[in-house]
């Protein structure tokens, strides 16, 4: 994750804010001070300190939280540890998760139209809001793919605007013609 947030030109912070919960209610606040700092100095950049929370909690609110975002796990007694799917939910600035995207690899591309798409929009280039029409998030492939029916459109678009730009042309460079072939007559 650390890695994908690097390559991206925001902070943590400035266009985005990140949320890292912990599920084990072993966990504390203590360990989660050095698990910040110990990501933040990953990242190369102090200033996201603001921007970038570790939080710790009883288990009702782990659950809570858990269970708001769709996030299934569970302990194995055995083995003494957490089961669960790697992944990161990217959320509205209202708190809606707007994307799950899974693995552990998460390209700084992917990171970026997560953001713009929750975003609405707020922060983000006119390019990104574009390449959103064109791409989808996959869950299957586990990055942004090729929206195939978003692209036909824009194609079709294009040609139709394309065909209409040369009609025009060809009508008006016709009609030209036979106003200058009329006035020759006269």
Avoid at 126 to 133: Q, W
Avoid at 148 to 168: E, K, P, Q
Wanted: glycine share 10%; hydrophobic share 45%; aromatic share 10%.
């Amino acid at each position: 994750f650390v890695a994908g947030l690097k390559e991206l030109e925001w902070t943590a912070g400035q266009e985005f804010t990140i949320v890292t919960v912990s599920i084990d209610p072993r966990d504390d606040s203590a360990g989660a001070v050095k698990k910040q700092a110990h990501q933040i100095e990953n990242y190369g950049r102090p200033s996201a300190t603001t921007g970038w929370h570790f939080l710790t909690g009883e288990q009702a609110a782990i659950t809570a939280v858990a269970e708001a975002v769709g996030f299934k796990y569970d302990y194995d007694a055995e083995r003494g540890e957490y089961m669960h799917a790697a992944g990161i939910f990217v959320l509205t600035p209202a708190g809606k998760v707007s994307q799950t995207l899974l693995g552990l690899d998460f390209p700084a591309k992917d990171l970026r139209l997560a953001l713009v798409e929750a975003s609405a929009g707020k922060i983000g280039s006119a390019l990104d809001r574009a390449l959103l029409f064109c791409f989808h998030y996959d869950a299957a492939e586990g990055r942004y793919a090729p929206a195939a029916m978003n692209l036909m459109r824009l194609g079709g678009g294009v040609c139709a605007l394309v065909l209409a730009l040369w009609l025009t042309t060809v009508w008006r460079r016709d009609r030209r013609r036979r106003l200058v072939a009329e006035g020759s007559h006269s």
